[in-house]
C-alpha cells in the first residue's frame, strides 16, 4: 500500500499535540545550543521569557562600525527559539558572511500565546534596539563598540518573514532615532488565506509545507474566532486605510521565495501589493527550492547570504525611501 500523503494528520506531521487548557505538547524539537563566545543572550522581557540572542563576526576590523540585524526565526509561529540549532548556526554564519551584528529574537509562540504577542515582542525588540542606541554608558559593549545604528535592516525567514511584516507597520510611524531601517527581508514569508493559491494547490502535499499543515498552523496563531483572510494573515484582502498608508512609509524591501515553496504565490502577491503603494521592492525568486531550504542545503544557504549582502549595500549606498 501506497504510503499517505505527508498532510494526512497535521498533528502528526507536526509532531505536536493540542491539550485541553490549550497549550501545545511539541514532542519533537530541533537541539537548542547555548550561547558561545561569539553570541551571547540578554533578557528583553521577563514576564514573557523573551530574550535576545546577540551575535558578532569572529573577526572584527579594529575601529569598525558595523551594519545591525534583527532577526526573527521561522517555525509556523507555533515552533522552535533563537536557540534552536538551526536558527543560531544560521545566525552565526550570517554575523560571519555579512560582517554584521545579529539580533536574534526569541519571541512568545502560540497558541499559548495567540498573535499578536509575536508581533509585540518583535517591536519590543526593536524598541529595546533604539534605547540601546540612545543609552551612552548604558548601552551593551558589543552594540557600543561594534554597532552604526543608522545601518539597521530586518529579517525574518517564514513566519518570520511575516512577522518583519507585522513589526514594519507598528514602527512605522515610532521615532526610532538614532537608529534607522535602512531594509526589510523577507524570506519565504508565511501569509495565507481562505481562498488556495494555485502554488498552493498545485504543492497540497508538500513533504515540508503541506497545505493542512498550514491551515492548522493558522488556526493555532490567529486570534480565536477568525479565518485565515485575517489581516494578521491575508494583508491583501483585509488590509485597511491605516495599514496601507502605514505600507508607504516601509524602505526598501526583499522578498526571497522559491518556485517549489507552496507559500510562494502568496509571497509575490504581497511584494506586489507594496510595489503598489509606493515600496521599493526587490525580488528573487528562484524556481529551484522548497521552503526552508537554506537551512537543509549549503548552496542555498550561500545564495540567500550572497542576496541578502548586495540587498544590505544597495541599501546603504542609496537614499532611503522611508521615514523609519
Same mark, same amino acid.
Given at each position: 500500500?501506497?504510503?499517505?500523503?505527508? %498532510? %494526512?494528520?497535521?498533528?502528526?506531521?507536526?509532531?505536536?499535540?493540542?491539550?485541553?487548557?490549550?497549550?501545545?505538547?511539541? !514532542?519533537?524539537?530541533?537541539?537548542?545550543?547555548?550561547?558561545?563566545? !561569539?553570541?551571547?543572550?540578554?533578557?528583553? +522581557?521577563? +514576564?514573557?521569557?523573551?530574550?535576545?540572542?546577540?551575535?558578532?563576526?569572529?573577526?572584527?576590523?579594529?575601529?569598525?562600525?558595523?551594519?545591525?540585524?534583527?532577526?526573527?526565526?521561522?517555525?509556523?509561529?507555533?515552533?522552535?527559539?533563537?536557540?534552536?540549532?538551526?536558527?543560531?548556526?544560521?545566525?552565526?554564519?550570517?554575523?560571519? @558572511?555579512?560582517?554584521?551584528?545579529?539580533?536574534?529574537?526569541?519571541?512568545?509562540? /502560540?497558541?499559548?500565546?495567540? *498573535?499578536?504577542?509575536?508581533?509585540?515582542?518583535?517591536?519590543?525588540?526593536? &524598541? #529595546?534596539?533604539?534605547?540601546?542606541?540612545?543609552?551612552?554608558?548604558?548601552?551593551?559593549? #558589543?552594540?557600543?563598540?561594534?554597532?552604526?545604528?543608522?545601518?539597521?535592516?530586518?529579517?525574518?525567514?517564514?513566519?518570520?518573514?511575516?512577522?518583519?511584516?507585522?513589526?514594519? *507597520?507598528?514602527? /512605522?510611524?515610532?521615532?526610532? %532615532?538614532?537608529?534607522?531601517?535602512?531594509?526589510?527581508?523577507? +524570506?519565504?514569508?508565511?501569509?495565507?488565506?481562505?481562498?488556495?493559491?494555485?502554488?498552493?494547490? @498545485?504543492?497540497?502535499?508538500?513533504?515540508?509545507?503541506?497545505?493542512?499543515?498550514?491551515?492548522?498552523? #493558522?488556526?493555532?496563531?490567529?486570534?480565536?474566532?477568525?479565518?485565515?483572510?485575517?489581516?494578521?494573515?491575508?494583508?491583501?484582502?483585509?488590509?485597511?486605510?491605516?495599514?496601507?498608508?502605514?505600507?508607504?512609509?516601509?524602505?526598501?524591501?526583499?522578498?526571497?521565495?522559491?518556485?517549489?515553496?507552496? &507559500?510562494?504565490?502568496?509571497?509575490?502577491?504581497?511584494?506586489?501589493?507594496?510595489?503598489?503603494?509606493?515600496?521599493?521592492?526587490?525580488?528573487?525568486?528562484?524556481?529551484?527550492?522548497?521552503?526552508?531550504? $537554506?537551512?537543509?542545503? $549549503? +548552496?542555498?544557504?550561500?545564495?540567500?547570504?550572497?542576496?541578502?549582502?548586495?540587498?544590505?549595500?544597495?541599501?546603504?549606498?542609496?537614499?532611503? %525611501?522611508?521615514?523609519?
Amino acid at each position: 500500500m501506497e504510503a499517505p500523503p505527508p %498532510s %494526512s494528520d497535521p498533528y502528526k506531521f507536526l509532531n505536536i499535540t493540542l491539550n485541553s487548557d490549550g497549550s501545545l505538547t511539541r !514532542h519533537r524539537d530541533f537541539p537548542k545550543l547555548p550561547p558561545t563566545e !561569539h553570541s551571547k543572550d540578554i533578557p528583553l +522581557n521577563p +514576564n514573557n521569557k523573551t530574550f535576545i540572542r546577540l551575535f558578532k563576526p569572529r573577526n572584527i576590523p579594529p575601529e569598525s562600525k558595523l551594519p545591525i540585524l534583527v532577526y526573527f526565526h521561522g517555525g509556523g509561529f507555533i515552533l522552535y527559539s533563537a536557540a534552536s540549532a538551526p536558527f543560531h548556526e544560521s545566525c552565526s554564519k550570517m554575523a560571519d @558572511r555579512l560582517q554584521t551584528v545579529i539580533l536574534s529574537v526569541e519571541y512568545r509562540l /502560540a497558541p499559548e500565546h495567540r *498573535l499578536p504577542a509575536a508581533y509585540d515582542d518583535g517591536v519590543e525588540a526593536i &524598541l #529595546w534596539l533604539r534605547d540601546q542606541a540612545r543609552g551612552g554608558g548604558d548601552c551593551d559593549a #558589543w552594540l557600543k563598540d561594534s554597532v552604526d545604528f543608522s545601518k539597521c535592516f530586518v529579517m525574518g525567514s517564514s513566519s518570520g518573514g511575516n512577522i518583519v511584516y507585522g513589526v514594519a *507597520l507598528r514602527v /512605522a510611524e515610532t521615532d526610532l %532615532s538614532p537608529v534607522k531601517i535602512q531594509g526589510l527581508i523577507m +524570506n519565504q514569508a508565511f501569509f495565507g488565506g481562505v481562498d488556495t493559491s494555485d502554488s498552493e494547490s @498545485r504543492l497540497k502535499d508538500d513533504r515540508i509545507c503541506p497545505l493542512t499543515a498550514t491551515h492548522l498552523l #493558522w488556526s493555532l496563531c490567529l486570534p480565536e474566532g477568525v479565518d485565515r483572510d485575517h489581516v494578521y494573515s491575508n494583508p491583501i484582502k483585509s488590509s485597511g486605510p491605516v495599514e496601507r498608508a502605514k505600507m508607504g512609509r516601509f524602505p526598501s524591501t526583499l522578498v526571497n521565495g522559491y518556485g517549489g515553496d507552496p &507559500l510562494v504565490d502568496r509571497q509575490r502577491d504581497v511584494a506586489e501589493m507594496l510595489r503598489s503603494r509606493g515600496v521599493h521592492v526587490e525580488t528573487r525568486f528562484d524556481e529551484d527550492g522548497f521552503h526552508a531550504c $537554506e537551512l537543509f542545503d $549549503e +548552496n542555498k544557504a550561500r545564495a540567500l547570504y550572497d542576496t541578502v549582502e548586495a540587498f544590505m549595500k544597495s541599501c546603504s549606498t542609496t537614499a532611503p %525611501s522611508s521615514n523609519m
